[in-house]
């Protein structure tokens, strides 16, 4: 522990509030609450921890607090700080999975559609639907029983959907708003669990027309009922109340928790969500916090009621959600209580394996990839490679690992700019040069540690320009192939020297990964490249294609192959004449 971090630990208050802990760059890494800053912030550096807080212990170079005025103040202000930074070893609910509703518009001529997003707009809501298909099914059921307008802007004649009496035809027709509330008042009874009433009206209906010897009326009665059976009253009801609520469970060990989330919407059991992540606190107070994060987001909509376990302060879920929240003692809401704590211990404990396998994989071989080099631990590792032949389309590339992890969102890809000829030293110099003046001017993370996939000369090309050109400190190694092309040495050091590290541990792995995935972006970029530039030179040869007609056959065809397959009869039904295609086909077959 650094001596700034000692002098600041004897200041901090016994009051309520939030603490933000920082890496060695000033990023903050994890956002946390307490009610009492002093002790729950010492304790990070008091006693023994699992390996989790260990890894988030060891990171943290620095710390800042928020005093408040209470324990729920703190809470809310968490939530709006993990929103703010992002922090890595906070709880994160990053999946966009969303779930589709039915909305009835506010328009003049009310039109019915499916969607994930709800917005302020006056429209009515029904649902979340598991999936959409099931949201897509009711709809068009809806749709055969009710003649609302199909189309999104109104045409200037009656449509198909009139003669078959799903439409009032307000395009032609003026309808009055009366008719629209009977059926906006009928579709939000059905939606909100009183489809048996209308099955029911509509048994009479048909019971009716049959009597009147209307049977082709009394068929499509017949055939409503029986898409109402077919997809409203296929699942079993769970509960008889048909009030919306969402039923919470937990389960924790080894520094891990796992809530589950079971949405039950018109008495229905829809859906469930699993989350799994590392804590840091009291599991109690992990679960205030992820409540929040939870109804944050968009796509989950708080229901009329939400029943959480014992262990869970109801008060502080109720004043932060503003949902009555229940705690069954007994019955049928008891028991979903428990099969979702239930639910959540057994994924726990199968997911511990494959955890423990994956932290083998890639933080742990990190962390002994660090310790083999004597460096800060690398969490963030960037490495280079090149690739041309012979000079021509010359290009770079760079891949981002994140805890021995890819993070592919932030790879990057680069054409040579200045170089002339097969020169690689001078075209990682260009390549590093341009990344890190980038990350410099834009505040970007710096990594903790470069790879170049090359030897000696590649290092000292890119050293030289991060030390002497943009004045950075960052550890550079380069991964050495045998004649194989497999990774077989990591070269680091000033003088340089081969790190030991055993064939067969998992650090030499995580380089390996590296060391092919970067080569595998390299080469899949100069080979697009390449296979372009090579096209287009091409149809440069061709007499009778121009820039125009270029273009035209690239937008077409795309390839030379799908080029070769085509008939001349297919060029010419893109203007191209069948002089310009047989020489074009004649070249391509040389």
């Avoid at 629209?180 to 009183?194: C, H, P």
């Avoid at 109340?241 to 919407?265: A, N, P, T």
């Avoid at 290092?459 to 194989?484: C, F, H, Q, R, T």
Wanted: charged share 30%.
């Amino acid at each position: 522990m650094n001596s700034n971090l000692k002098n600041k630990l004897m200041l901090l208050p016994d009051q309520p509030g939030c603490y933000l802990m920082k890496d060695r760059q000033g990023t903050v890494i994890y956002v946390g609450k307490a009610k009492v800053l002093k002790n729950r912030v010492r304790s990070y550096f008091t006693g023994s921890h699992d390996g989790k807080t260990l890894r988030l212990v060891n990171e943290i170079e620095d710390f800042e607090y928020i005093i408040t005025s209470s324990n729920m103040e703190a809470l809310l202000l968490e939530i709006n700080l993990i929103k703010k930074y992002d922090p890595k070893y906070n709880i994160m609910l990053k999946d966009d999975k969303s779930y589709p509703f039915i909305k009835l518009t506010s328009e003049k001529h009310p039109r019915l559609i499916t969607t994930r997003k709800v917005k302020k707009d006056k429209g009515k809501y029904f649902g979340p639907y598991p999936n959409a298909q099931s949201a897509n099914e009711t709809k068009k059921l809806l749709d055969r029983i009710y003649p609302l307008r199909k189309c999104t802007t109104l045409p200037d004649r009656v449509c198909l959907y009139y003669h078959l009496g799903q439409c009032l035809a307000p395009c032609v027709k003026d309808i009055q708003q009366e008719e629209y509330r009977l059926i906006v008042d009928e579709i939000t009874k059905f939606l909100n669990g009183g489809y048996k009433d209308i099955k029911n009206e509509l048994t009479e209906k048909m019971t009716a027309a049959a009597e009147e010897l209307d049977f082709e009326r009394a068929k499509e009665y017949r055939d409503q009922i029986a898409h109402i059976e077919a997809i409203m009253e296929k699942q079993k009801m769970m509960m008889t109340d048909l009030v919306d609520r969402d039923v919470f469970g937990f389960s924790y060990d080894k520094g891990w928790m796992c809530v589950q989330v079971f949405f039950i919407r018109q008495g229905k059991l829809i859906e469930r969500d699993v989350s799994m992540f590392p804590i840091y606190q009291e599991p109690e107070e992990e679960m205030l916090t992820y409540f929040g994060q939870f109804y944050a987001k968009e796509n989950h909509f708080k229901p009329k009621e939400i029943l959480i376990p014992d262990s869970i302060q109801g008060d502080m879920v109720e004043e932060l959600l503003g949902v009555k929240v229940l705690k069954p003692q007994r019955g049928q809401k008891k028991e979903l209580v428990l099969l979702a704590n239930k639910n959540a211990k057994n994924a726990l404990h199968e997911k511990f394996a494959l955890i423990d396998r994956d932290e083998e994989r890639t933080i742990k071989a990190v962390e002994n990839l660090g310790h083999a080099m004597g460096i800060y631990t690398p969490l963030r590792i960037e490495a280079f490679d090149n690739s041309n032949i012979q000079g021509t389309n010359p290009v770079s590339a760079m891949i981002v690992f994140l805890d021995g992890k890819p993070a592919r969102k932030e790879y990057r890809k680069y054409k040579i700019r200045t170089v002339q000829g097969p020169d690689d030293y001078e075209s990682m110099r260009e390549v590093v040069r341009r990344r890190y003046q980038r990350v410099l001017k834009e505040g970007l993370p710096l990594p903790d540690l470069i790879l170049i996939d090359g030897g000696k000369g590649h290092l000292e090309a890119v050293k030289e320009i991060l030390s002497l050109e943009l004045g950075l400190d960052i550890p550079v190694a380069g991964l050495a192939k045998d004649d194989k092309h497999r990774t077989s040495q990591l070269l680091y050091g000033d003088p340089l020297e081969i790190i030991p590290l055993a064939r067969n541990s998992q650090e030499f792995y995580l380089l390996q990964r590296v060391q092919d995935e970067v080569h595998r972006f390299a080469i899949t970029f100069h080979r697009q490249i390449r296979g372009k530039n090579a096209f287009q030179s091409l149809l440069d040869e061709i007499p009778g294609i121009g820039d125009k007609r270029r273009k035209l056959l690239l937008k077409t065809f795309g390839s030379v192959k799908k080029m070769k397959e085509a008939t001349i009869e297919e060029f010419r039904n893109i203007g191209i004449p069948a002089n310009v295609a047989e020489e074009l086909l004649a070249k391509l077959k040389e």
